[in-house]
């Protein structure tokens, strides 16, 4: 996709947004609530007309040529969609149906999540637990076979053992050479992916593997404890040294410009009376460098 | 749901059908008898003889007798002034004051019209008297006898009237409420978000959309018909297939307006305000309660795209009238161009894509 934009009324929803992913890829999408994500994905779905530039699926535009694009994607709203009185069975033959084929016919694709379904394929959509619904809705979206997944937001409110089933089913859906585009707010998953856009307020900040941006961060990165937790993020924030000070978990995560700087903070911290001090060199996560970019785009 | 479906059109077409009846019985009278004379008494007992009125009491004067009109415990007054029976032997005109109590003016107008049958009934008989009596001199005024024969509805029973509305209406509530929520249902659970990115074309959405609901539309009609023909003795007169046939349209017509409602609305409540604003003016505008003629003219011209009217005059036709196809031909033709015309609109209005 090229330069898209979209916006309603005053709100810029997107903004410039390019990028490209290849077959047997899991791209992901990751930022916070309001980022965009969704909206990227309703254009990439033909649901909305976006404003300015293209968006090409498979090579069809996604404008002009949107019928034959809803033949070969499989989407999976944010939100659940299905027929939440109809049962597992009867939602996914419906939507065999709507497509054209039967679930004897790809059975094989859907296999290994829908039997993991199978023993409450009489029980209505409706009644399923979180992690069930959503691969019910992954088994919906696969059916007919599709060459392209959009998966918006696949495991918000699923609890942990599912996200990491759902993500494994993912990487072998891959391995068939599915191109697979997921969003996802929490940054843990983000390291699942083979190449992912990190994006905020409509524009993409930045795009390459986990592990690339990773290593894009600038300076060294330390954890810092004390009990006076509060008082230690006013007195770090404080010192000139210090580029960046946050809370992560149970530590503060202080960026700082070069690693011999930490000497000098940890004898300063232990004069202002932080007795209890831990402090420890971190490798930066693709949080941190999504924190990083923030606020560089903040100062900009 | 289904049960729900049969069961509440056959509740309301039997409740209805009993509480929309207009018929006035029991008025309650009260007498002021200023002229206590034979005649007048003679009056009062045609009056109470009727079976159309309730006596609930005489008084004295006239404030006693408007007294209980405010109250609300007479409908009407009968006040017979002094010297009616006088004025009746030598100048063979009484004069005789009926008051009513015009609140309810439906009522009020049927009261009245009963008084004037009674007061007439007095007279005939008061003038065969006179002709008896007097053999010799002037011969006694030919009295007219209007004798009037009720057509289709021989004992101008309210319930053959109503009935064949009454289901028409059900019918329609039923079918218009069901198509106008359901795509909203599939907006508001975001099923038709899912349903968007499939590539089922509008037709095929819009028909899967009407034919259930057009099937539950007939079922409920052909409920409806035995009702009436096992309940109220209400049968069809004409051919039942011709009925059948525009129902089958009318239904289609209706669900077209449905889908069209929920396509333009985004939430259940929008769709439920919008739909009951165009069901009760329709519904107040088909000639179910009022005669369609007494309506304002520019209310007749709104009744041209009211396909609650169309329905109603040929439920009533049919079902009472037995009129055929061929009397109905301008019927069948308006309501095949709404229900193109209302399915081509919706089909227009129902976006896959948003924004």
Redesign the interface.
Known sequence: MRNIGKSYKEVIALNDISFDVADGELFGLIGPDGAGKTTLFRILCTLIVPDQGEARVRGLDVVEDFRSIRKSIGYMPGRFSLYQDLTVQENLEFFATIFGTTIEQNYHLVRDIYTQLEPFKQRLAGDLSGGMKQKLALCCALIHKPEVLFLDEPTTGVDAVSRKEFWQMLKRLKKDGLAILVSTPYMDEAALCDRIALMQNGRILDINTPQKISEEFVGVLYAVKSSRVYDLLIALRAHPLVLSCYAFGEYLHVTLAKSEDSKELESHLQNQGFSDLKIHLVTPGIENVFMQLLQQTDEK | MIPLLFFMPIVQLVVLSYAADFEVKNLNLAIVDYDQSESSRHLIQKFTASGYFTLVGSFRNVKDGTNVIEKEVADLVLICPQHMERNLENMRVAEVQLLFNAVNNQKAGVASSYCQQVISAFNNEHLRQLAMESTTSTPARLTVDVRESFWYNAQLDYKTFMVPGILAILVTMLTAFLSSINIIREKE????????????SKMEFILGKIIPFWIIGMVVMSFGLVIAWLMFGIGVTGNILTLFSFVAIYLIAILGIGILISTVTETQQQAMFVTWFFMVIFLLLSGLFTPVDSIPEWARALNLVNPIKYFVEVMRSIMLKGSSLSDLNSHFLVMTVFALGFNLMAMRSYR????
């Open positions: 659970m975001g099923t038709i978000e899912q349903l968007n990115v499939t590539p089922i896959k894509t948003m924004g």
